[in-house]
Nanobody, 117 residues
Framework: QVQLVESGGGLVQPGGSLRLSCAASGFTFSLYAMNWYRQAPEKERELVAAISSAGGRTNYADSVKGRFTISRDNANNTVYLQMTSLKPEDSTMYYC??????????WGQGTQVTVSS
């Protein structure tokens, strides 16, 4: 079955960096675009970054452009989110996502990012 497992979250000071990882299994990873979302309590889920199946195209939310970088390693079925110049408003749960050819969304369990001094 499809599994997405995030890791790499934690507590970091403002201006610091973190790299999130999402290990995928149960499907042919290299055929699917991958996304990172985030969702704060009582707020809508926000698409943070997206990457095409081969990694040649990426998109970012305006709020993270120039600070976050999405990448993928198709040989190891992993997608990454490198986050730099972190701000307190980046604090929330981050989720890995893919949308299958059937239209079904798959989500990981999420990883918490907290930016605080």
């Amino acid at each position: 079955q499809v599994q997405l497992v995030e890791s790499g979250g934690g507590l970091v000071q403002p201006g610091g960096s973190l790299r999130l990882s999402c290990a995928a299994s149960g499907f042919t990873f290299s055929l699917y675009a991958m996304n990172w979302y985030r969702q704060a309590p009582e707020k809508e889920r926000e698409l943070v970054a997206a990457i095409s199946s081969a990694g040649g195209r990426t998109n970012y939310a305006d709020s993270v452009k120039g600070r976050f970088t999405i990448s993928r390693d198709n040989a190891n079925n992993t997608v990454y989110l490198q986050m730099t110049s972190l701000k307190p408003e980046d604090s929330t749960m981050y989720y890995c996502n893919t949308v299958w050819y059937t239209g079904r969304n798959y989500w990981g369990q999420g990883t918490q990012v907290t930016v605080s001094s």
